[in-house]
Protein backbone atom coordinates (compact mmCIF):
# COMPACT_ATOMS: atom_id res chain seq x y z
CA UNK A 1 0.00 0.00 0.00
CA UNK A 2 1.06 3.81 -0.97
CA UNK A 3 2.24 6.24 1.81
CA UNK A 4 -0.57 8.52 2.59
CA UNK A 5 0.44 11.86 3.25
CA UNK A 6 -1.48 14.61 4.51
CA UNK A 7 -0.38 17.97 4.25
CA UNK A 8 -2.00 20.58 7.21
CA UNK A 9 -3.33 19.62 10.04
CA UNK A 10 -6.26 22.00 10.00
CA UNK A 11 -9.92 21.49 10.58
CA UNK A 12 -9.75 19.18 7.15
CA UNK A 13 -6.75 17.32 7.54
CA UNK A 14 -7.20 16.65 11.07
CA UNK A 15 -10.88 15.18 10.12
CA UNK A 16 -9.39 13.22 7.18
CA UNK A 17 -6.65 12.11 9.19
CA UNK A 18 -8.60 10.58 11.72
CA UNK A 19 -10.82 8.84 9.48
CA UNK A 20 -8.28 6.89 7.41
CA UNK A 21 -6.41 6.14 10.63
CA UNK A 22 -9.89 4.79 12.48
CA UNK A 23 -10.17 2.24 9.50
CA UNK A 24 -6.73 1.03 10.28
CA UNK A 25 -4.40 2.54 7.27
CA UNK A 26 -1.03 4.26 8.34
CA UNK A 27 -1.29 7.74 7.65
CA UNK A 28 1.54 10.62 7.94
CA UNK A 29 0.04 13.92 8.83
CA UNK A 30 2.48 16.54 8.49
CA UNK A 31 2.00 20.35 10.18
CA UNK A 32 4.28 23.28 9.61
CA UNK A 33 2.83 25.44 13.13
CA UNK A 34 4.42 26.52 15.40
CA UNK A 35 7.74 26.69 13.91
CA UNK A 36 6.11 28.44 10.81
CA UNK A 37 2.88 30.24 11.57
CA UNK A 38 0.81 31.61 9.18
CA UNK A 39 -0.80 35.06 9.23
CA UNK A 40 -4.00 34.38 11.34
CA UNK A 41 -3.26 31.29 13.09
CA UNK A 42 -1.67 31.82 16.78
CA UNK A 43 -0.92 28.47 18.63
CA UNK A 44 0.92 25.01 18.11
CA UNK A 45 -2.77 23.32 18.10
CA UNK A 46 -4.44 21.44 15.17
CA UNK A 47 -7.54 22.31 13.65
CA UNK A 48 -7.30 25.76 15.51
CA UNK A 49 -10.12 28.15 14.92
CA UNK A 50 -8.78 31.14 13.14
CA UNK A 51 -11.81 33.51 13.43
CA UNK A 52 -15.65 32.49 14.26
CA UNK A 53 -15.96 29.81 17.28
CA UNK A 54 -19.19 29.35 15.79
CA UNK A 55 -19.99 26.24 13.39
CA UNK A 56 -23.78 27.42 12.92
CA UNK A 57 -26.48 25.92 13.53
CA UNK A 58 -26.88 22.68 15.29
CA UNK A 59 -30.40 22.34 14.43
CA UNK A 60 -31.70 19.23 11.75
CA UNK A 61 -34.24 21.48 9.94
CA UNK A 62 -31.38 23.56 8.33
CA UNK A 63 -28.79 23.11 5.51
CA UNK A 64 -25.70 23.51 8.09
CA UNK A 65 -27.37 21.88 11.27
CA UNK A 66 -27.99 18.39 8.72
CA UNK A 67 -24.55 18.28 7.84
CA UNK A 68 -23.78 18.26 11.08
CA UNK A 69 -25.91 15.81 11.54
CA UNK A 70 -24.46 13.25 9.11
CA UNK A 71 -21.02 13.71 10.17
CA UNK A 72 -21.87 12.80 13.62
CA UNK A 73 -23.41 9.52 12.70
CA UNK A 74 -20.37 8.65 10.63
CA UNK A 75 -17.80 9.47 13.26
CA UNK A 76 -16.46 12.98 12.78
CA UNK A 77 -13.92 13.52 15.15
CA UNK A 78 -14.85 17.36 14.53
CA UNK A 79 -18.30 16.88 15.81
CA UNK A 80 -17.75 14.66 19.11
CA UNK A 81 -15.05 17.54 20.04
CA UNK A 82 -17.37 20.31 19.44
CA UNK A 83 -20.31 18.56 21.36
CA UNK A 84 -17.85 17.96 23.91
CA UNK A 85 -16.35 21.57 24.11
CA UNK A 86 -19.33 23.53 23.39
CA UNK A 87 -20.28 27.26 24.67
CA UNK A 88 -23.49 28.61 25.39
CA UNK A 89 -24.91 30.27 21.96
CA UNK A 90 -28.44 29.68 21.59
CA UNK A 91 -29.12 27.08 18.90
CA UNK A 92 -25.64 27.21 17.29
CA UNK A 93 -22.74 24.71 17.92
CA UNK A 94 -20.25 26.96 18.96
CA UNK A 95 -17.36 26.13 20.72
CA UNK A 96 -14.16 26.98 23.20
CA UNK A 97 -11.69 27.24 20.88
CA UNK A 98 -8.75 26.32 22.95
CA UNK A 99 -10.06 23.51 24.42
CA UNK A 100 -11.58 22.24 20.89
CA UNK A 101 -8.44 22.54 19.35
CA UNK A 102 -6.05 21.24 22.08
CA UNK A 103 -8.41 18.23 22.64
CA UNK A 104 -8.27 17.27 18.60
CA UNK A 105 -4.66 17.68 18.77
CA UNK A 106 -4.39 15.36 21.64
CA UNK A 107 -6.20 12.74 20.24
CA UNK A 108 -4.91 12.84 17.11
CA UNK A 109 -0.74 12.69 18.37
CA UNK A 110 -1.81 9.44 20.60
CA UNK A 111 -3.72 7.57 17.89
CA UNK A 112 -1.65 4.52 16.89
CA UNK A 113 -1.74 5.15 13.62
CA UNK A 114 -0.95 8.61 12.60
CA UNK A 115 2.42 9.72 12.36
CA UNK A 116 2.90 13.59 13.14
CA UNK A 117 5.75 15.01 11.25
CA UNK A 118 6.31 18.56 12.19
CA UNK A 119 7.11 20.08 8.86
CA UNK A 120 6.54 22.71 5.87
CA UNK A 121 5.91 20.48 2.81
CA UNK A 122 7.19 22.46 -0.24
CA UNK A 123 6.87 19.65 -2.67
CA UNK A 124 5.24 16.45 -3.27
CA UNK A 125 5.97 12.99 -2.99
CA UNK A 126 5.32 11.19 -6.23
CA UNK A 127 5.42 8.18 -5.10
CA UNK A 128 2.79 8.55 -2.39
CA UNK A 129 -0.97 9.16 -1.83
CA UNK A 130 -0.91 13.39 -0.83
CA UNK A 131 -3.79 14.85 0.18
CA UNK A 132 -3.53 18.43 0.00
CA UNK A 133 -5.34 20.22 3.47
CA UNK A 134 -3.42 23.35 4.03
CA UNK A 135 -6.28 25.73 3.93
CA UNK A 136 -6.63 29.26 2.73
CA UNK A 137 -3.41 30.22 4.50
CA UNK A 138 -1.45 27.90 2.52
CA UNK A 139 2.32 29.19 2.72
CA UNK A 140 3.44 30.97 -0.15
CA UNK A 141 5.99 28.48 -1.68
CA UNK A 142 3.71 25.68 -1.16
CA UNK A 143 0.73 28.18 -2.62
CA UNK A 144 3.29 28.97 -6.06
CA UNK A 145 3.76 24.58 -6.04
CA UNK A 146 0.04 23.86 -6.38
CA UNK A 147 -0.46 27.01 -8.92
CA UNK A 148 2.40 25.45 -10.86
CA UNK A 149 0.78 22.20 -11.15
CA UNK A 150 -2.80 23.30 -11.65
CA UNK A 151 -2.13 26.46 -13.73
CA UNK A 152 -4.52 28.33 -12.18
CA UNK A 153 -3.81 31.61 -11.57
CA UNK A 154 -6.58 33.59 -9.63
CA UNK A 155 -5.75 31.12 -6.18
CA UNK A 156 -6.94 33.99 -4.16
CA UNK A 157 -9.76 36.05 -2.68
CA UNK A 158 -9.48 38.15 0.39
CA UNK A 159 -11.99 37.84 3.90
CA UNK A 160 -11.76 39.54 6.99
CA UNK A 161 -11.24 38.51 11.09
CA UNK A 162 -14.07 39.92 13.78
CA UNK A 163 -12.63 41.93 16.56
CA UNK A 164 -12.92 40.17 20.24
CA UNK A 165 -12.90 42.17 23.64
CA UNK A 166 -13.42 42.16 27.36
CA UNK A 167 -16.44 41.62 28.74
CA UNK A 168 -15.80 43.06 31.57
CA UNK A 169 -15.48 46.55 29.77
CA UNK A 170 -18.92 46.72 28.60
CA UNK A 171 -21.01 48.96 29.85
CA UNK A 172 -23.89 46.59 30.34
CA UNK A 173 -26.36 49.61 30.88
CA UNK A 174 -26.43 50.13 27.39
CA UNK A 175 -26.66 46.71 26.23
CA UNK A 176 -29.34 43.48 26.51
CA UNK A 177 -28.96 39.92 26.85
CA UNK A 178 -31.70 38.02 23.63
CA UNK A 179 -31.73 35.57 21.45
CA UNK A 180 -33.59 36.58 18.11
CA UNK A 181 -37.19 36.02 18.40
CA UNK A 182 -36.29 34.15 21.64
CA UNK A 183 -35.24 31.26 19.73
CA UNK A 184 -32.65 29.62 22.96
CA UNK A 185 -31.99 26.06 23.91
CA UNK A 186 -32.01 26.60 27.84
CA UNK A 187 -34.11 29.41 28.02
CA UNK A 188 -31.81 31.73 29.29
CA UNK A 189 -30.38 34.67 26.54
CA UNK A 190 -26.63 33.95 25.23
CA UNK A 191 -26.14 36.65 22.90
CA UNK A 192 -25.64 40.45 24.53
CA UNK A 193 -26.86 42.55 21.85
CA UNK A 194 -25.60 46.23 21.67
CA UNK A 195 -28.44 48.30 20.62
CA UNK A 196 -28.35 51.82 18.54
CA UNK A 197 -30.52 54.60 17.99
CA UNK A 198 -30.75 56.13 14.39
CA UNK A 199 -28.18 58.81 15.12
CA UNK A 200 -25.59 56.50 16.52
CA UNK A 201 -25.80 54.11 13.81
CA UNK A 202 -25.88 56.58 10.91
CA UNK A 203 -22.48 58.08 12.57
CA UNK A 204 -21.19 54.83 12.99
CA UNK A 205 -21.79 54.00 8.86
CA UNK A 206 -20.20 57.11 7.98
CA UNK A 207 -17.59 56.78 10.21
CA UNK A 208 -16.63 53.33 9.17
CA UNK A 209 -16.67 54.32 5.41
CA UNK A 210 -14.40 57.05 6.45
CA UNK A 211 -11.92 55.34 8.96
CA UNK A 212 -8.30 54.61 7.54
CA UNK A 213 -8.00 51.05 6.31
CA UNK A 214 -5.11 49.09 5.90
CA UNK A 215 -3.56 48.51 2.33
CA UNK A 216 -3.73 45.61 0.73
CA UNK A 217 0.32 44.16 -0.98
CA UNK A 218 0.33 46.51 -4.22
CA UNK A 219 0.76 43.05 -6.32
CA UNK A 220 -2.60 42.00 -4.84
CA UNK A 221 -5.97 42.98 -6.40
CA UNK A 222 -8.62 43.60 -3.71
CA UNK A 223 -11.17 39.99 -4.39
CA UNK A 224 -13.00 40.10 -1.53
CA UNK A 225 -15.31 37.08 -0.45
CA UNK A 226 -18.85 37.99 -0.56
CA UNK A 227 -20.22 35.96 2.27
CA UNK A 228 -17.66 37.67 5.03
CA UNK A 229 -17.09 41.34 3.89
CA UNK A 230 -15.79 43.97 5.85
CA UNK A 231 -18.58 45.83 7.56
CA UNK A 232 -16.90 49.01 6.11
CA UNK A 233 -17.22 47.30 2.75
CA UNK A 234 -20.69 46.78 3.39
CA UNK A 235 -21.03 49.74 4.76
CA UNK A 236 -20.21 51.49 1.58
CA UNK A 237 -23.21 50.07 -0.29
CA UNK A 238 -25.62 52.37 1.75
CA UNK A 239 -27.07 53.66 4.96
CA UNK A 240 -29.39 50.81 5.31
CA UNK A 241 -27.21 47.50 4.35
CA UNK A 242 -25.96 47.18 7.68
CA UNK A 243 -29.22 47.45 9.20
CA UNK A 244 -30.55 44.77 6.89
CA UNK A 245 -27.86 42.22 7.28
CA UNK A 246 -25.55 42.09 10.25
CA UNK A 247 -27.02 44.52 12.45
CA UNK A 248 -30.88 43.69 11.93
CA UNK A 249 -32.92 44.40 14.71
CA UNK A 250 -35.80 42.50 14.21
CA UNK A 251 -36.57 39.64 16.99
CA UNK A 252 -34.02 41.14 19.19
CA UNK A 253 -36.48 42.90 21.91
CA UNK A 254 -34.61 44.36 25.13
CA UNK A 255 -36.12 44.06 29.11
CA UNK A 256 -38.85 46.34 27.99
CA UNK A 257 -39.92 44.87 24.72
CA UNK A 258 -38.37 48.00 22.62
CA UNK A 259 -37.17 47.28 19.22
CA UNK A 260 -34.37 49.13 18.52
CA UNK A 261 -33.11 50.70 15.46
CA UNK A 262 -29.88 48.78 14.72
CA UNK A 263 -28.06 46.14 16.73
CA UNK A 264 -24.71 44.40 16.69
CA UNK A 265 -24.70 41.30 18.55
CA UNK A 266 -22.08 39.85 20.98
CA UNK A 267 -21.11 36.28 21.19
CA UNK A 268 -19.26 34.49 24.07
CA UNK A 269 -16.36 33.45 23.14
CA UNK A 270 -15.93 30.92 26.24
CA UNK A 271 -18.47 29.11 28.68
CA UNK A 272 -17.73 31.87 31.01
CA UNK A 273 -18.27 34.53 29.06
CA UNK A 274 -15.27 36.24 29.53
CA UNK A 275 -14.83 37.74 26.09
CA UNK A 276 -17.16 38.59 23.19
CA UNK A 277 -17.01 38.65 19.49
CA UNK A 278 -18.28 41.48 17.83
CA UNK A 279 -20.60 38.80 15.39
CA UNK A 280 -20.47 40.22 11.98
CA UNK A 281 -17.98 42.86 12.36
CA UNK A 282 -15.07 41.72 10.13
CA UNK A 283 -13.10 44.44 9.19
CA UNK A 284 -9.70 45.96 7.62
CA UNK A 285 -9.97 49.44 9.58
CA UNK A 286 -6.57 51.04 10.98
CA UNK A 287 -5.95 49.26 14.76
CA UNK A 288 -6.57 52.67 16.06
CA UNK A 289 -9.41 53.22 13.58
CA UNK A 290 -10.99 50.05 14.72
CA UNK A 291 -10.82 51.93 18.67
CA UNK A 292 -11.78 54.71 17.66
CA UNK A 293 -15.09 53.83 15.37
CA UNK A 294 -16.10 51.16 17.77
CA UNK A 295 -15.96 53.31 20.70
CA UNK A 296 -18.49 55.69 18.81
CA UNK A 297 -21.23 53.04 19.97
CA UNK A 298 -22.41 53.56 23.80
CA UNK A 299 -21.99 50.54 25.11
CA UNK A 300 -18.24 49.82 23.15
CA UNK A 301 -17.17 53.61 24.89
CA UNK A 302 -14.38 51.76 26.57
CA UNK A 303 -14.41 48.29 24.80
CA UNK A 304 -10.87 46.54 25.31
CA UNK A 305 -9.63 45.02 22.51
CA UNK A 306 -8.27 40.93 22.92
CA UNK A 307 -8.14 40.79 19.43
CA UNK A 308 -8.64 43.11 16.78
CA UNK A 309 -9.74 42.67 13.06
CA UNK A 310 -7.57 42.13 10.12
CA UNK A 311 -7.94 40.96 6.65
CA UNK A 312 -6.75 38.11 5.17
CA UNK A 313 -5.47 36.09 2.09
CA UNK A 314 -7.49 33.00 1.65
CA UNK A 315 -5.84 30.24 -0.66
CA UNK A 316 -8.09 28.13 -2.75
CA UNK A 317 -8.35 25.19 -4.91
CA UNK A 318 -10.86 25.68 -8.06
CA UNK A 319 -12.26 21.82 -7.67
CA UNK A 320 -15.65 21.84 -8.75
C1 LIG B 1 -9.06 35.45 8.09
C2 LIG B 1 -9.92 34.24 8.04
C3 LIG B 1 -11.16 34.24 8.69
C4 LIG B 1 -11.98 33.12 8.64
N1 LIG B 1 -13.18 33.12 9.30
C5 LIG B 1 -13.96 32.03 9.30
C6 LIG B 1 -15.16 31.97 10.05
O1 LIG B 1 -15.50 32.90 10.76
N2 LIG B 1 -15.94 30.85 9.96
C7 LIG B 1 -15.55 29.79 9.19
O2 LIG B 1 -16.27 28.79 9.15
N3 LIG B 1 -14.42 29.83 8.50
C8 LIG B 1 -13.62 30.90 8.54
N4 LIG B 1 -12.46 30.94 7.83
C9 LIG B 1 -12.15 29.84 7.02
C10 LIG B 1 -11.49 28.84 7.94
O3 LIG B 1 -10.11 29.08 7.95
C11 LIG B 1 -11.85 27.49 7.47
O4 LIG B 1 -13.25 27.30 7.68
C12 LIG B 1 -11.10 26.37 8.13
O5 LIG B 1 -10.05 26.74 8.99
C13 LIG B 1 -10.53 25.65 6.96
O6 LIG B 1 -9.95 24.48 7.43
P1 LIG B 1 -8.72 23.92 6.68
O7 LIG B 1 -8.38 22.64 7.36
O8 LIG B 1 -8.99 23.88 5.21
O9 LIG B 1 -7.54 25.01 6.87
P2 LIG B 1 -6.80 25.47 8.20
O10 LIG B 1 -7.66 25.28 9.39
O11 LIG B 1 -6.21 26.81 7.93
O12 LIG B 1 -5.60 24.41 8.32
C14 LIG B 1 -4.54 24.35 7.40
C15 LIG B 1 -3.30 23.88 8.14
O13 LIG B 1 -2.26 23.67 7.19
C16 LIG B 1 -1.04 24.16 7.72
N5 LIG B 1 -0.15 24.46 6.58
C17 LIG B 1 -0.29 25.43 5.66
N6 LIG B 1 0.69 25.34 4.73
C18 LIG B 1 1.47 24.28 5.10
C19 LIG B 1 2.64 23.66 4.54
N7 LIG B 1 3.21 24.11 3.43
N8 LIG B 1 3.17 22.59 5.19
C20 LIG B 1 2.62 22.12 6.33
N9 LIG B 1 1.51 22.66 6.90
C21 LIG B 1 0.95 23.72 6.28
C22 LIG B 1 -1.46 25.37 8.53
O14 LIG B 1 -0.52 25.68 9.53
C23 LIG B 1 -2.79 24.91 9.12
O15 LIG B 1 -2.66 24.30 10.38
C24 LIG B 1 -11.58 32.01 7.90
C25 LIG B 1 -10.35 32.00 7.27
C26 LIG B 1 -9.51 33.10 7.35
C27 LIG B 1 -8.17 33.06 6.68
Known sequence: ?????????????????????????????????????????????????????????????????????????????????????????????????????????????????????????????????????????????????????TGENSLYFYDAIAPVIDADSVDYNCAFFADRYADNVDGEADYLNIPMNKETYETFVRELINSEKTPSRDFEKELFFEACLPIETIASRGMETLRFGTMKPVGLKDSEGKEHHAVIQLRKENKEGTAFNLVGCQTRMKISEQKRVFSLIPALRNAEFLKLGSMHRNTYINAP
Open 1 to 149: MKTINIIGAGLAGSETAYQIAQRGIKVNLYEMRPEFQTEVHKTAHFAELVCSNSFRSSKVENAVGLLKKEMEIVGSLIMEVAYKTRVPAGNALSVNRELFSSLITKTLKEHENITVVKQKVATLDKNAINIIATGPVTDNEFAEKIQSM
